[in-house]
């Protein structure tokens, strides 16, 4: 990834059916992708989502963008998930 250009290759997604899978690769580690924004491309508006995976929570967080100052996003939390059902695997 050049992030200079923002030149990608997604190696990481698939497609199976009429689902998109995408992977976050290690979000923790400095250069690490660490958001995915998911827009809607139709006949109706929808605000887009931000879906990112917050490690001191352990939790899943998504985030919805309503207009901000010059036409940036201002994204606020409206869900967060757990990321393993309760679960911690690593002490199991």
Do not use: H
Not at 4 to 25: C, H, K, P
Not at 79 to 85: E, G, L, Q, T, V
């Amino acid at each position: 990834m050049n992030r200079e250009t923002n030149d990608v290759t997604i190696t990481e997604a698939y497609i199976q059916g009429d689902e998109l899978y995408i992977d976050l690769w290690y979000p923790d580690e400095e250069d690490a992708i660490k958001r995915l924004v998911i827009g809607l491309t139709a006949d109706r508006y929808a605000r887009d989502i931000r879906i990112s995976y917050n490690m001191i929570r352990d939790v899943w967080v998504i985030e919805c963008a309503d207009e901000g100052d010059f036409g940036e996003p201002n994204w606020n939390e409206v869900a967060c998930i757990p990321a393993r059902n309760g679960k911690d695997e690593r002490t199991a």
